[in-house]
């Protein structure tokens, strides 16, 4: 560890560096209107893989944005590990918040911002920087690695399914490690046992066939469009956060009184959550702790609503049209497939008289958990202790990462989840940013883990 930890601290600007250079391109998944850039990501990290070291390098694409893939497959008789990470990011908007800009990355008091700098291009440099680093202490590595590193996530990972059928023989291994997920504290290192999945829809109500005057002739006669949407919006939720769709909260799975009991021993501080967000309350389903409520509890939100006339001035018309976006996180055991039917039914039985809905589908993933007190993770958490010098905090997510259920669902082995994002990174917002300690903290956290892995750890 000596000798890595020399390494490390030699290397340490060049490797920030080369996350800069990946920042740098900005690889926005979520609007068809970066395919190039995306494309462009995708092979910038084709030729970084093969300067570090790896083989076999190659992109594997179905009909959607490249993954890349590549291994290094010389560690007789040590298992294979298969890491996982995305290179597509989230998009900016909006920019005017930004204090620099978003892909062209600053660092302010130890804090690497811009888009991607956390989630995950910045995770996915401390697993690259990690193996880097082995392969210049030791010229070798301890394990045995295959990289899949895809460009959809953030549009929930839609080929991938194909691409694990299809190359299901390349992607052979023996465990999954993954750094996607957060910390509940800054200082304090975290394995991640659960995630939830995702539904999303849109939804559209059509009323008239165009903006009508809103008093003359139609004004009384006409049902509004909007005013259909934000009634049926509100059919589906009551006024504490429980949904109120018939089937929705079918099968879940009630939580152990175990887990109840490490959720209440874990720190979580409401006033502290309200003074951050400068909100008067919390809000959410009766009977769960805010924890419970965003890690094993389901949620429907909307996430952008439009319709009729926004701009400056008085404009008095009934508009044609009015549209909404909606997510549902899901938990175990809901079902995707089950839950749009369930949804379906409550919209076709709640539209209100007078307008025609339709329903898009959007992108779907199944939620995912492993016992925390799976031998993998309990040895995953002994080299984060070593690192951080705290106990680990074992929890579960709110977010999503549709591929991990993929995975497990192609493979059956396990996936382990060590994260080093933190609430403070602001992924998906203004001003995302990664702290340049955690980023040492975790590359270093890895190569210890690897080295356990191969059971090569020296002083
Ligand atoms: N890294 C996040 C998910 C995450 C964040 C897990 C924090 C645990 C803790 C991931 O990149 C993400 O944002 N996923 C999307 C998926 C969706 C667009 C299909 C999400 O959860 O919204
Ligand atoms: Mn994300």
């Given at each position: 560890?000596?000798?890595?930890?020399?390494?490390?601290?030699?290397?340490?600007?060049?490797?920030?560096?080369?996350?800069?250079?990946?920042?740098?391109?900005p690889?926005i998944?979520?609007?068809?209107?970066?395919e190039?850039?995306?494309?462009?990501?995708?092979?910038?990290?084709?030729?970084?893989?093969?300067?570090?070291?790896?083989?076999?390098?190659?992109?594997?694409?179905?009909?959607?944005?490249?993954?890349?893939?590549?291994?290094?497959?010389?560690?007789?008789?040590?298992?294979?590990?298969?890491?996982?990470g995305?290179?597509?990011?989230?998009?900016?908007?909006?920019?005017?918040?930004?204090?620099?800009?978003?892909f062209?990355p600053?660092?302010?008091?130890?804090?690497?911002?811009?888009?991607?700098?956390?989630?995950?291009?910045?995770?996915?440099?401390?697993?690259?920087?990690?193996?880097?680093?082995?392969f210049?202490?030791?010229?070798?590595?301890?394990?045995?690695?295959?990289?899949?590193?895809?460009?959809?996530?953030?549009?929930?990972?839609?080929?991938?399914?194909?691409?694990?059928?299809?190359?299901s023989?390349?992607?052979?291994?023996?465990?999954?490690?993954?750094?996607?997920?957060?910390?509940?504290?800054?200082?304090?290192?975290?394995?991640?046992?659960?995630?939830?999945?995702?539904?999303?829809?849109?939804?559209?109500?059509?009323?008239?066939n165009?903006?009508?005057?809103?008093?003359?002739?139609?004004g009384?006669t006409?049902?509004?469009?909007?005013?259909?949407?934000?009634?049926?919006?509100?059919?589906?939720?009551?006024?504490?956060?429980?949904?109120?769709?018939?089937?929705?909260?079918?099968h879940?799975?009630?939580?152990?009184?175990?887990?109840?009991?490490?959720?209440?021993?874990?720190?979580?501080?409401?006033?502290?959550?309200?003074?951050?967000?400068?909100?008067s309350?919390?809000?959410?389903?009766?009977?769960?702790?805010?924890?419970?409520?965003?890690?094993?509890?389901?949620?429907?939100?909307?996430?952008?609503?439009?319709?009729?006339?926004q701009?400056?001035?008085?404009?008095?018309i009934?508009?044609?049209?009015?549209?909404?976006?909606?997510?549902?996180?899901?938990?175990?055991?809901?079902?995707p497939?089950d839950?749009?039917?369930?949804?379906?039914?409550?919209?076709?039985?709640?539209?209100?008289p007078?307008?025609?809905?339709?329903?898009?589908?959007?992108?779907?993933?199944n939620?995912y958990?492993?016992?925390?007190?799976h031998?993998?993770i309990?040895?995953?958490?002994?080299?984060?202790?070593?690192?951080?010098?705290?106990?680990?905090?074992?929890?579960?997510?709110?977010?999503?990462?549709?591929?991990v259920?993929?995975?497990?669902?192609?493979?059956?082995?396990?996936?382990?989840?060590?994260?080093?994002?933190?609430?403070?990174?602001?992924?998906?917002?203004?001003?995302?940013?990664?702290?340049l300690?955690?980023?040492?903290?975790?590359?270093?956290?890895?190569?210890?883990?690897?080295?356990?892995?191969?059971?090569?750890?020296g002083?």
């Open positions: 560890m000596k000798q890595l930890k020399a390494i490390l601290d030699k290397h340490k600007i060049e490797m920030l560096d080369d996350l800069i250079k990946c920042i740098q391109i690889s998944s979520t609007t068809g209107s970066y190039e850039e995306v494309h462009s990501c995708a092979q910038h990290l084709t030729q970084h893989l093969c300067q570090i070291g790896f083989e076999n390098v190659q992109l594997l694409q179905k009909n959607g944005h490249p993954t890349v893939y590549a291994d290094w497959l010389h560690a007789k008789g040590k298992p294979i590990v298969l890491i996982y995305h290179y597509d990011v989230q998009p900016v908007d909006p920019l005017e918040e930004w204090h620099s800009h978003p062209q600053e660092i302010r008091d130890n804090y690497l911002y811009g888009r991607g700098a956390t989630d995950n291009k910045g995770q996915l440099f401390m697993q690259l920087k990690a193996l880097e680093a082995l210049r202490t030791n010229q070798t590595l301890p394990i045995n690695v295959k990289l899949l590193i895809e460009g959809e996530e953030e549009i929930g990972s839609t080929t991938m399914p194909e691409i694990l059928q299809d190359y023989e390349l992607l052979v291994a023996d465990l999954i490690v993954i750094s996607d997920t957060a910390m509940l504290e800054e200082q304090v290192p975290a394995i991640c046992y659960g995630l939830r999945g995702i539904l999303g829809f849109e939804l559209s109500v059509q009323g008239p165009r903006d009508l005057h809103s008093g003359s002739i139609y009384g006409v049902q509004n469009p909007i005013h259909a949407i934000t009634q049926l919006l509100g059919s589906m939720r009551d006024e504490t956060g429980f949904i109120t769709i018939e089937g929705f909260y079918d879940i799975v009630e939580l152990s009184k175990e887990e109840r009991r490490n959720f209440q021993s874990l720190p979580f501080s409401s006033e502290q959550l309200k003074a951050d967000l400068h909100v309350n919390l809000f959410g389903e009766e009977g769960f702790t805010p924890l419970e409520r965003v890690w094993v509890r389901p949620t429907l939100e909307v996430n952008g609503i439009s319709g009729g006339y701009g400056e001035g008085i404009k008095t009934i508009p044609a049209k009015a549209t909404a976006k909606i997510t549902c996180r899901i938990v175990p055991n809901q079902n497939h839950l749009k039917a369930c949804i379906q039914k409550h919209i076709e039985a709640n539209t209100p007078g307008v025609n809905i339709e329903i898009y589908w959007d992108s779907h993933s939620p958990f492993i016992s925390p007190d031998p993998l309990l040895q995953a958490a002994q080299s984060l202790e070593y690192v951080f010098q705290k106990p680990v905090q074992f929890i579960r997510a709110g977010g999503s990462i549709p591929a259920e993929m995975l497990h669902n192609q493979f059956q082995i396990p996936i382990i989840l060590v994260g080093f994002s933190h609430s403070s990174a602001n992924v998906h917002s203004a001003n995302e940013n990664l702290s300690q955690r980023f040492e903290d975790g590359i270093l956290a890895l190569c210890h883990y690897y080295l356990q892995l191969g059971n090569d750890i002083d």
